[in-house]
């Protein structure tokens, strides 16, 4: 170790970390030692910045090592969250010690200088604070497999002592862990103490393959309903806690998921866990939707505030969209939360509208907002008569931004009907509100009125290049005059910006953009969005997919655009054989192959993929 004396010792304007030299390390370290606790803090957060960034360390993280194993000791507090410093910089992959990149690297280099100043630190492992415990015992872990053997005996004849003897719970497991990590396992599953057992669960978990034993899931079930009510689960590894890293191994084995999420939510759902458990088998698994909406529904009453209520409502709005019909007993729980007037009951309103039980649309019509009114617009087309004046209502009022965007949105299901909004989509596109939606919705069903023909015109001539484009295409719907539009996206396609999403609004053109051919052409070419876009405006302009299919399979993947790329696919009908398998595992994968969650705001896009490609194989 070094004490603060010797930071002038270090030639630190030599050295780099993440922002470049490293002069203002010396400064951080004595602040340290500060009283003050908002400087120390601030200290702590700059050097989390700079000697260790997003999981890298620097030429000057290795000697700043000494001083920060110093300050852990003698520094006026915080030492539990200097070790946990000292852990996240030696942080690694034990496989990499292997590599023949590892001698000399930065990483290399603070597990070498942890290693020399470890002996100094282990009277942390007998603080009378647990959280230092806690963190000692990572800071041992982390360099586990890079300690001599003597002190490699010494550590563990103390992490025994603690697995023995100490009076906190969660420090033993720690303790379990921490040996293991040294190799040295301990019959743990037999422990009388819970958190103990809980570790011993989770680290054979780790080492084995789903489905998972029973006994384990068991144990995780039982002993891990009541988490430790101590606020230093500190990581393991990188940013990963033990809760973390258990949901993760969890739902690789959904049955096992669910099994522990349903025990753990019968048990009170302290902490919301269960009800995070079971969202998590959701959103990695196909299919799972109808147990996880009956275990959320169970934990409902459960949820300790609003937020963690609301949080589980917009869950359940979220997937109760993929059951074709939800049992009685959910929407009928459903509609008791929204039939309130509760803060919550926005959230469960929504949820009912999903899950398309008819009683939605009163309460709807009787609060009204515009995500509710594009939700019921989309499920109810059936009541385009009553819900485009309450429409209309809020689009007059003023709507603006993502409100005003949902408002017309809404009136995109609404059929005909939708024609009565035309005054106030005039007005939005007059006043720039929401103008790129209104523009479309004008385009599709409105009413080629002079004053609504000079509105687009004049849209044709904005600065903004996306309401030019919309505009566009649909002054050429309403009047069928394709010069003004070919002239406003001949410049568009040689400007610059988003050139996909100009490429995007052609549709309505069709053959009568084929003067525009030799600038989409050159885009097949180009980066995967203009390309996805060029090759379906191909298709739309030529009425020929040959140009478009290879294209359109060669991006056809997981991904945002790889779904566009299969959706375009899908409309021409065809594809090449060699994509087959591809299609087969979109098709037929257990798993979830694009993310889809409550909190993504883009709709259900693994199931869209799923079911372009059951059609394109179908086809």
């Known amino acids: 170790m070094r004490p603060p004396v010797d930071l002038d010792h270090v030639r630190w304007q030599d050295l780099t970390h993440a922002y470049g030299c ?33 999981g890298t360390v620097y030429a000057a993280s290795a000697p700043a090592v000494p001083f ?34 590892w001698p000399g690297s930065p990483v290399a280099a603070v597990c070498a200088e942890l290693c020399r100043v470890l002996p100094n630190l282990l009277p942390c492992l007998e603080d009378g604070e647990r959280t230092v415990r806690r963190a ?44 293991a990590r040294l190799g040295q396992e301990r019959a743990a599953l037999e422990s009388p103490l819970p ?47 033990r809760d973390a890293q258990l949901t993760h191994m969890l739902t690789r084995d959904p049955d096992a998921c669910l099994s522990v999420a349903a025990r753990w939510i019968a048990a009170g759902d302290l902490g919301t866990r269960g009800s995070w458990l079971a969202e998590r088998t959701a959103e990695t698994w196909r299919d799972r939707e109808p147990e996880v909406l009956d275990l959320l529904l169970t934990a409902l009453p459960h949820q300790t505030d609003a937020r963690a209520l609301a949080a589980r409502l917009r869950t359940i709005g979220h997937w109760i969209e993929c059951l074709p019909a939800p049992h009685s007993g959910l929407r009928d729980t459903l509609h008791r939360y929204a039939d309130t007037e509760d803060e919550t009951a926005g959230a469960a309103l929504l949820a009912l509208v999903h899950s398309r039980d008819p009683r939605a649309l009163d309460l ?129 396609l ?57 294209v359109l399979a060669e991006l056809v993947g997981p991904t945002p655009v790889g779904l566009r790329a299969l959706g375009a696919l899908a409309v021409t009908g065809r594809f090449p054989e060699e994509l087959r398998p591809t299609l087969r595992g979109f098709a037929f994968s257990p798993l979830r192959m694009l993310a889809d969650s409550p909190y993504s705001g883009q709709g259900h896009p693994d199931g869209e993929l799923r079911t372009l490609a059951r059609t394109l194989l179908a086809g």
């Open 22 to 54: 490293a002069e203002d390390v010396p400064d951080l370290i004595r602040a340290l030692y500060r009283e003050d606790e908002e400087v120390a803090d601030e200290a702590i957060y700059e050097l989390y910045g700079n000697i260790h960034h997003q």
């Open 68 to 101: 920060l194993a110093h300050a852990a000791l003698h520094a006026p507090g915080r030492h539990d969250e200097l070790l946990m410093l000292l852990a996240v910089l030696a942080d690694h992959d034990p496989a990499d010690v292997d590599s023949p990149h």
């Open 136 to 179: 000692a015992l990572r800071v041992v872990a982390v360099v586990a497999e890079l300690l001599p053997v003597e002190l490699r005996a010494t550590v563990v004849a103390r992490l025994d002592v603690m697995y023995a003897t100490d009076p906190v719970s969660v420090v033993r497991a720690d303790a379990v862990v921490a040996l």
């Open 195 to 241: 958190d103990v057992r809980l570790a011993a669960a989770v680290l054979a978990v780790e080492r084995s393959e789903p489905p998972y034993r029973a006994e384990l899931v068991e144990i995780i079930a039982e002993d891990g309903t009541e988490p430790d009510p101590g606020d230093d689960d500190f990581p393991w590894s990188g940013t990963t806690t």
């Open 364 to 492: 709807v019509l009787h609060r009204p907002g515009a995500r509710l009114l594009e939700a019921a617009a989309r499920h109810y087309p059936q009541a385009a008569d009553r819900l485009v004046p309450a429409i209309r209502r809020e689009l007059a009022r003023g709507a603006t931004g993502n409100e005003g965007i949902a408002l017309v949105r809404a009136l995109e299901s609404s059929g005909t009907a939708a024609r009565r909004a035309q005054p106030e989509l005039v007005d939005c596109l007059r006043d720039r509100r929401a103008a790129i939606v209104a523009a479309r919705q004008l385009g599709l069903n409105g009413v080629p009125t002079q004053e609504t023909v000079d509105l687009l015109r004049d849209a044709m001539r904005s600065t903004d290049p996306s309401l030019r484009a919309a505009a566009a295409a649909a002054h050429y719907r309403l009047t069928g005059d394709a010069d003004s539009a070919l002239r406003t996206f001949r410049e568009l």
């Open 494 to 550: 040689t400007g610059s910006g988003q050139t996909h999403w100009y490429l995007s609004s052609l549709e309505p053109l069709g053959g009568s953009a084929a003067p525009l051919l030799p600038l989409v052409e050159p885009m097949l070419e180009a980066g995967q969005w203009t390309r996805f876009a060029a090759a379906e405006a191909h298709h739309w302009i030529t009425g020929n997919p040959e140009r478009a299919v290879p």
